[in-house]
């Protein structure tokens, strides 16, 4: 698979990168580091990163901004995006072919070639590897920037190398890209400005959340809240895993209001909850997963099915 699709950007003079909405580090650090190692390795292509950009992230950098006619001709490729509904263009359909590269469950089998692989840790994980291929059969080189890109991502999508999702390859590849001069504390002031601002909120969620016996437990953030708190919407959903903590819990949503929708971010210990979050026009992994609602009482039905899990 990383041979076909290192041969079709090499076929292709005007390459789109795109990822979900509402990017994370691992959706920067993907789409944006994949830019820098094509930029280096064709440096006669024309490569963007499009999407609408995340302020929180901007120490990471900024995605391009394009038009409709910008993506004829482009060969178009999404990363850490498991469905369509989540890919932050509505022109994505407009180039001549897809390429998916993913580490979420492939519920959604979009694109003319998919590269899925639910083991690895983040979609980061993932450009390493393609770089490695690259660098052995293509002759391909690292750049620090695509490095401190890609190690943001891995960083970002791994809770610091935390979580159960870290592998030996994991820290393999975080090694490899250690090679290459970067600042690694600017990646962390970074992630820890977020983590500073939503600190008063965090208090907020532990006592308010509701948990059942089950262990099923949610927690509804609305805007006045986020005003009151001086938080926007997605650095509140930063703060999703904080109720992992909690004696008893097995699965839990933080539902978090924006201007016409609730977003919908779930977390679990076991129930597996990436199909009820498929039935709220979402998607994600087993253990963690995202959708959105758009009432308070499509909020509370997601609960229910949630609880009903659990039980």
Known sequence: MKQQMIEMIEKHQKIIILRHMRPDPDAYGSQMGLKELILKNYPEKTVYADGQHEESLTYLGKPDVLTE?????????????????????????????ILKIDHHPDVD?????????????????????????????????????????????????????????????TFQCASEL?????????????????ERKV????????????????????????????????????????????LGDVKG????????????????????????????AAEFGGGGHPLASGASVYSWEEADELIQKLQQLCR
């Open 109 to 169: 089998q979009y694109g003319d070639m998919r590269w899925v692989d639910t083991t690895s840790s983040s979609t980061s994980e993932m450009i390493v590897d393609l770089f490695e291929y690259g660098r052995d059969h293509f002759n391909w080189e690292m750049t620090s920037a695509a490095a401190r890109l890609l190690f943001a991502g891995i960083v970002g999508d791994t809770g610091r190398f935390m979580y159960p999702s870290t592998t030996l390859k």
């Open 199 to 242: 600190l008063h909120l965090q208090g907020y969620v532990y006592q308010n959340f509701t948990m059942d016996e089950y262990g099923a437990a949610y927690i509804k953030i609305d805007r006045e809240t986020l005003e009151s708190f001086h938080v926007s919407p997605s650095e509140a959903s930063q703060l999703v895993s904080t």
């Open 249 to 276: 819990i097995r699965a839990w949503t933080m539902l978090v209001e924006e201007d016409n929708l609730i977003r919908v971010r779930l977390r679990s210990k076991g129930p597996v909850i990436n199909t009820l």
């Open 69 to 97: 006619e910008d993506y004829v001709d482009a060969l178009i490729i999404i990363t850490d995006t498991g469905n369509t509904e989540r890919i932050d263009s509505e022109y994505y359909t407009k180039g001549v072919s």
């Open 178 to 194: 250690l090679k290459h001069k970067f600042d690694r504390e600017e990646i962390f002031a970074g992630m820890y400005e977020v």
